[in-house]
């Protein structure tokens, strides 16, 4: 299940990198539902069997090592249609290793420095971390920055950047 996912999304990613999503966006949703239904008929066969031929042996086990990760696939393949039918970029959420990591790499030596647009994409403010640009966000559009060290009123701190680079001071 996990394999075909992620052959579906580097093909995804091809066409949205190329620019021939929208030749084909239509046969990729189509794609998308069909894997979808696929994997959650699959999820629910081994259940199925499972329960059936050992109904009281490692449930736990299976709920560990089969039902999450199936249901994660399951909601991915919703996850990846809706992308596609929004004629979005598909995201998956930085993992905590990876914000740590980005947190490192700029290593501000203050807070204060990393926030979100309006549609909660991160984004950096350099130097003395106050807003003195406004420009748009990559992802969305929206503003991003401010001027005059006053930050747009539709962008926030992220809290879980900002906690990060807080913790790495005191480390």
Same mark, same amino acid.
């Given at each position: ?91 998956? *959420?930085?993992? /905590?290793?990876? +914000?740590?990591? !980005? ?8 807070? %204060?420095?990393? =926030? ?10 350099? *130097?003395?971390? /106050?807003?003195? +640009?406004?420009? !748009? ?8 920055? %401010?001027?005059? =060290? ?13 906690? /990060?680079?807080? +913790?790495?001071?005191?480390?």
């Amino acid at each position: 299940m996990r394999v075909n996912l992620e052959d579906f999304r580097f093909s995804f990613y091809m066409h949205n990198t190329t620019g021939t999503i929208k030749d084909c966006r239509a046969e990729l949703v189509e794609v998308a539902d069909k894997n979808g239904c696929e994997a959650l008929q699959l999820m629910n066969d081994v259940l199925a069997s499972h329960l059936r031929n050992k109904p009281e042996e490692d449930i736990s086990w299976l709920e560990e090592n089969f039902s999450r990760a199936a249901h994660t696939i399951v909601d991915e393949w919703g996850t990846i249609k809706e992308t596609i039918l929004r004629g979005s970029t598909f995201y998956q *959420e930085v993992s /905590l290793k990876e +914000q740590m990591e !980005i947190v490192r790499a700029f290593n501000f030596g203050t807070t %204060g420095h990393f =926030y979100n647009c309006a549609n909660g994409h991160t984004f950096v403010i350099g *130097e003395c971390g /106050l807003a003195v +640009q406004r420009s !748009i966000c990559p992802e969305c559009g929206s503003p991003v920055g %401010g001027q005059s =060290y006053q930050l747009d009123g539709t962008n926030t701190r992220a809290n879980s950047f900002d906690n /990060l680079a807080g +913790q790495s001071l005191v480390v």
